[in-house]
């Protein structure tokens, strides 16, 4: 067998398993969410009200789905007499300092939405200070969780062979894309967003997916505080936050965000490296 048929193979292997974790997810939404409705129905409540309490609790539904999911796929992988690291260990083996260039283009992006946007501020939404922590902690918790099932994954199955970065990252996105479209009403327009920032992620995570570093950099300065504080919010909008993007992020203005600020991180060394070498 070749050596690329061998890390194809690893590739289905790797989006198989992923697939599972997401399809639980899903499902476990959907239960969560059907018991919550039945329970309100038992009490004779308006669909308003049923609708009203699924929305604003849809962040708790979400990560308890998520949590309850990477549970399950580690009992499945310990059933299997996988050796498993533990949590610790995982971040004692992941976590470091960021790179400097994933702080940089956290800031730029952040800068950029906020100006370019045309941000105003909801004084009648600043009491809303649960929602807005609860969106901070969902996002991070949210998209966290998706790379510690990828570093598990990676540990686990990549031993020998590893599979083609670039493909297992775009499969990753299209799956995730799609159990997060089957999960989370797209009420904001905000879907073209989300992939953005997976997408980001999964490149900032490195060769191996497992740059823990800078996917917490980028979570905690650019996708947290932008959906609690400024109504990127997949799930809430802006219908809690304190500030407002009036302006319609349309792909074009995404896109050209996105090229800025990943072609800096990719090319600044090389850049510099040739400016260098110009100079002497």
């Not at 639980?24 to 239960?31: A, G, N, R």
């Not at 702080?103 to 370019?116: K, N």
């Not at 947290?224 to 400024?230: E, H, N, V």
Request: aromatic letters at 20%.
């Amino acid at each position: 067998m070749s050596i690329v048929e061998t890390s194809y193979g690893q590739l289905s292997k790797n989006v198989k398993y992923y697939a599972v974790f997401q399809l639980i997810f899903v499902i476990l939404v959907i239960i969560l969410s059907s018991i919550g409705a039945f329970f309100h129905f038992l009490l004779d409540h308006e669909i308003s009200i049923v609708e009203s309490w699924l929305h604003n609790n849809h962040w708790e539904i979400l990560i308890v789905s998520k949590l309850a999911s990477l549970f399950l796929l580690n009992r499945w992988f310990t059933v299997r007499l996988y050796q498993l690291k533990s949590f610790r260990e995982l971040v004692q083996e992941l976590v470091s300092w960021p790179d400097p260039k994933a702080i940089v283009i956290s800031v730029f992006m952040v800068m950029s939405y906020i100006t370019m946007g045309r941000t105003n501020y909801v004084g009648q939404n600043i009491g809303y200070w649960y929602f807005q922590i609860a969106s901070f902690l969902g996002l991070f918790v949210f998209f966290g969780i998706e790379f510690i099932v990828i570093a598990y994954l990676e540990d686990i199955l990549n031993h020998k062979v590893h599979p083609p970065r670039f493909y297992l990252g775009l499969c990753y996105t299209i799956i995730f894309a799609a159990a997060f479209r089957m999960s989370v009403p797209d009420y904001y327009g905000l879907m073209p967003y989300v992939v953005l920032c997976y997408s980001s992620l999964i490149y900032l995570s490195g060769k191996s997916f497992k740059s823990w570093s800078n996917v917490v950099c980028f979570l905690l300065l650019f996708v947290a505080p932008m959906g609690s504080l400024f109504g990127l919010d997949p799930v809430w909008g802006d219908d809690f936050s304190p500030f407002r993007v009036d302006k319609k992020l349309n792909m074009a203005f995404l896109a050209v965000i996105w090229v800025i600020s990943f072609s800096y991180y990719k090319y600044r060394d090389q850049f510099i490296g040739s400016a260098r070498k110009l100079l002497r």
